[in-house]
């Protein structure tokens, strides 16, 4: 199966990048909504991700990688929602801001900037790899 690549919020006073490299795997869950599911039932094993801390500077700081793909969300009370297990990979040389994405020609179709609430977003291989230049 074709790699896919993705862009995961998360707020760092819940779960910063840096506790994540520290638990080096984590369930990716609590995600409720719908479109943001939805993303998460298309996550396979081994697809990328980038994480990207959505509070204070706002700015893409690691790729992490699907290590387990969806399974019901254990902190759901219905049985719709699912989560994901996510595997650090490695911090980004320097974070990205989402001001840098902005200003990237080849970036402007990425979701982050059109679609600023959702949480779990599909990223081209393009745009993937352009951030990670961004970052070094």
Known sequence: MKTQYW????EPESYAWATFVKDRRTSWDGVRNYQA?????L?????QVLF???????????????????????????????????????????PVPITA?????SLTKVPLL??????VMPLTRSEFEGIVRLGG
Do not use: C, F
């Open 7 to 10: 862009l995961v919020k998360q």
């Open 37 to 41: 599911r939805n993303n998460l039932k």
């Open 43 to 47: 996550m396979a094993e081994g697809d």
């Open 52 to 94: 990207y801390a959505s509070g204070g500077p706002k700015e893409v700081v690691g790729i992490a990688r699907v290590s387990k793909p969806s399974y019901p969300d254990p902190t759901a009370n219905e049985p719709a929602w699912v989560s994901v297990e996510l595997e650090a990979v490695r911090p980004l040389a320097r």
């Open 101 to 105: 994405i902005r200003a990237e020609a």
């Open 114 to 119: 059109r679609h600023t609430r959702l949480s």
